[in-house]
């Protein structure tokens, strides 16, 4: 059995429990879903995923509890795959321009990214993204989203709106500007549960 964590601190978290398991369902997965609230939490999961909100308190809550060097340590032991959707994508980077150190990173991926690159909450919008092995255009979802400005070494882009990059992979980690738990589209669901 396949066990993913979500972290439950805050952001979209049940929209992504929903995701999951309507993914392990429609790909035939023998899965469960569990929410990270602790350190502890993080022992027991073979996937994590990193939920928007808001970078700062996501952040602060995850290292108050031990959660981000938990989650280090699994990714540096196991390798375990990573979904970092929005707040997500901008706690996998490695670099964030303009960080006045609010917002600790996991700096997981060879990546930098802006955050709140494509405007505030009100200005939020859907369109479609190009995705680098899907056939058809994906419907993505942005809200306050960041843009991932650059790419180094192993981590590859895999999603564009125009010229900004929107998504980015290395290795089992995966990075979403945009909120794929808030569309019936679970094909960035599977290529994360591909990684297994």
């Known amino acids: 059995m396949v066990t ?15 995701a999951l398991e309507r993914a392990f369902g429609r790909f035939g997965i023998d899965g469960k879903v569990i929410l990270i609230r602790k350190r502890e939490d993080v022992e027991n999961v073979d996937g994590i995923v990193i939920p928007g909100g808001e970078s700062t308190t996501i952040s602060r809550v995850m290292g108050k509890e031990k959660i981000s060097q938990m989650i ?24 964030i ?3 006045d150190g609010r917002v600790k990173p996991l ?5 930098k990214v802006r955050r709140n690159a494509f405007g505030r909450q009100r200005e ?14 994906y419907r993505a979802v942005f809200i306050r989203a960041p843009a991932i400005i650059e ?7 895999v999603a564009r709106f125009g010229d ?14 945009f909120h ?17």
Do not use: W
């Open 4 to 18: 993913v964590g979500v972290v439950a601190l805050q952001g979209d978290v049940s929209e992504h429990v929903y």
């Open 97 to 99: 321009e303009d960080n």
């Open 180 to 196: 794929p738990e808030l569309t019936d589209d679970l094909r960035f669901h599977e290529m994360f549960l591909d990684l297994f």
């Open 72 to 95: 280090i340590e699994r990714y540096e032991n196991d390798h375990i795959p990573i979904l970092g959707t929005c707040a997500g994508c901008v706690l996998l980077a490695k670099e």
């Open 164 to 177: 900004v990059i929107v998504g980015a992979k290395q290795d089992s980690l995966i990075a979403l500007s």
């Open 151 to 157: 790419v180094k070494n192993r981590c590859e882009i």
């Open 124 to 137: 939020s919008f859907e369109v479609e993204v190009e995705v680098e092995g899907f056939s058809t255009p």
């Open 107 to 111: 700096s997981l991926m060879d990546m």
